[in-house]
């Protein structure tokens, strides 16, 4: 034990250590974990409402998800071009980039517009209970009006994330979350003059405190104008608008692929009937909520990683990396002990009031779930950090690769084949998930350490103006 806070008290004040992590990325725990409560008391005020706007809210929003992460994956890697040129000090190439992720959200805008008119063949097609698809047509249809907003977003959050600040991106985040939820209990219940519109006030809910962030985050944007030129750079870059393109599109094509995965296994799992289908969603939310206080140092870590590979320092940028790795690991292992220990604490909450049935089924489904959360979470450390630090190299080419090739042959195929041909149970469909995440967290793992990360830069070795 003194040995262990020997080595804590040595590496915390240190360049790359605990405290230069932590300092940077708190603001955005805060603002992931802002994020999830927003989703989270949303699903939450659903499952008061009716047991099956709860069971149709999360395949619907993944769906969403994974669609509008086609384009956010891209213009949110705006934040590792940033680092980078903000550790090389190449500040007027700042400004320029991120309009450059502005202009890809138009593009995505219009394809999430264009959708619209096939949403209900989505999940026709997933084989859900009639009445279950038609909620999950009216969310998704109504979360696709919101996704210029979303996706132009994350390029001007990264304008301030890769900088290292990123407290207006927690503040933002705090405001979104705080109209949404209040938004949320008026229109889903018809409170305060509000029509009651159950899943339908929910997306609407949603969607308005999207249009709030942005015009928020656009308004700061336009302020920064004295280093980054910001006014000046706004026309339309076609060499930068590749390169980002170049280094985006894999990043998009594997949030993509993951989060299809999931997506599709969901679906599968909704042929198994409204109670494995609306515990699964429990456990899911329930694992969001320590999920993405991870992600906020993934993203803190990508971020000291491209400023440090700016400046040429690949020692500092994997110090930087373990430090994450070491604080995830700690943290998850304390969540993983209380899901096991004090399950009734994560799932009560989800209790729907107004569920006629008897939830002792759902109730037991969820508890054996939260086992295979407390088990796989573990290995997600490695998931998260290691491939937020390749992310924040550039090497986004072999990410998606190793994304999309698991989540084939690892996660959909096998679970196309338990759930739908073989008719198994939710458990065997939970192993072959579990056994996804832990395959991926050891991917990305063996890539870090074989260093070829070190030597890619997503910036110019030169820049003419």
């Not at 040129?85 to 202009?103: D, H, V």
């Not at 195929?413 to 395959?439: D, E, F, H, N, R």
């Amino acid at each position: 034990m003194k040995k262990l806070l020997s080595f804590i008290s040595a590496r915390w004040g240190k360049e790359g250590g605990y405290k230069e992590l932590l300092i940077l990325s708190f603001p955005l725990i805060l603002s992931t974990s802002s994020w999830t409560i927003q989703h989270f008391v949303d699903r939450l005020f659903l499952s008061r409402y009716s047991v099956e706007t709860i069971a149709a809210s999360l395949p619907a929003g993944m769906l969403n998800s994974t669609i509008i992460n086609i384009f956010a994956g891209t213009t949110s890697f705006v934040s590792t071009f940033v680092a980078q040129y903000y550790g090389a000090e190449r500040l007027e190439r700042i400004g320029k980039i991120t309009w450059q992720g502005i202009y890809f959200s138009f593009i995505g805008g219009l394809v999430m517009l264009s959708l619209i008119p096939f949403a209900h063949l989505f999940f026709a097609f997933a084989g859900h209970p009639p009445d279950i698809a038609a909620y999950e047509t009216i969310y998704f249809r109504i979360l696709c009006l919101g996704s210029f907003p979303a996706i132009a977003s994350s390029s001007i959050a990264g304008f301030f994330s890769g900088r290292g600040y990123t407290l207006p991106v927690m503040w933002i985040s705090f405001l979104q979350t705080a109209i949404n939820i209040v938004l949320d209990y008026a229109m889903i219940f018809g409170k305060w003059g509000f029509p009651e519109m159950g899943i339908a006030g929910a997306a609407i809910a949603t969607i308005i405190a999207t249009f709030i962030a942005f015009i928020i985050y656009l308004a700061l944007f336009l302020r920064s104008d004295a280093l980054y030129a910001v006014k000046k750079n706004f026309r339309f870059d076609l060499p930068l608008f590749k390169r980002l393109l170049h280094f985006g599109l894999p990043n998009s094509i594997q949030w993509f692929s993951d989060t299809a995965g999931f997506s599709l296994f969901l679906l599968f799992v909704g042929r198994l009937g409204v109670i494995p289908l609306a515990a699964t969603n429990i456990a899911f939310n329930i694992n969001t909520i320590a999920f993405m206080p991870m992600i906020g140092i993934g993203m803190g870590v990508s971020i000291l990683v491209g400023q440090n590979l700016g400046k040429n320092n690949s020692s500092l940028a994997e110090k930087s990396t373990y430090s994450g790795f070491h604080i995830t690991f700690l943290y998850m292992g304390l969540i993983a002990l209380f899901y096991i220990l004090f399950p009734d604490t994560f799932i009560k909450p989800f209790i729907p009031r107004v569920y006629t049935g008897d939830f002792t089924e759902m109730y037991q489904t969820a508890i054996v779930l939260l086992k295979f959360v407390a088990f796989y979470s573990i290995f997600d450390t490695m998931n998260i950090i290691f491939a937020s630090a390749l992310k924040g190299a550039g090497d986004t080419k072999y990410i998606v690769k190793a994304v999309t090739l698991a989540s084939v042959f690892t996660l959909i195929i096998p679970s196309y084949v338990v759930i739908v041909l073989l008719k198994q149970g939710i458990y065997a469909a939970w192993i072959i998930a579990t056994m996804y995440v832990i395959l991926l967290g050891f991917i990305f793992l063996f890539r870090f350490l074989k260093g070829s990360w070190k030597k890619i830069r997503v910036i110019e070795v030169s820049v003419i103006e």
